[in-house]
Nanobody, 121 residues
């Protein structure tokens, strides 16, 4: 499977943005999909993960209550809806697949190209 994240852009603080993670090559319906982000000069950070069937979702404390992960397996796509964005959410956002229920980036084996999100104050 190949993953491609899209939907990034420049927004003002308080605004919303929806990122998409589109899969190609094979179905992603058997994979858990995680979202990560990496700000300039910082390590890659876990944002959240959604189970293969969408029944289980977990978020990092820093985005809980503001970000929502969902998936449409029929469209082979996972979404990251971001609301009440803050300047500290500025980062390159990545989606990745895993078979486990993990937050460590090393456990993810297919990564999409990132999409850049910039939140201005």
């Amino acid at each position: 499977v190949q993953l491609q994240a899209s939907g990034g852009g420049v927004v003002q603080a308080g605004e919303s943005l929806r990122l998409s993670c589109a899969a190609s090559g094979r179905t992603i319906s058997v994979f858990n999909i995680g979202w990560f982000r990496q700000a300039p000069g910082k390590e890659r950070e876990f944002v959240g993960i959604i189970s293969w069937n969408g029944d289980n979702i977990r978020y990092a404390d820093s985005v809980k209550g503001r970000f929502t992960i969902s998936r449409d397996n029929a469209k082979n796509t996972v979404y990251l809806q971001m609301a009440s964005l803050k300047p500290e959410d500025t980062a390159v956002y990545y989606c990745a697949s895993t078979s486990g229920w993990v937050m460590k980036s090393s456990a993810y084996y297919v990564w999409g190209q990132g999409t850049e999100v910039t939140v201005s104050s």
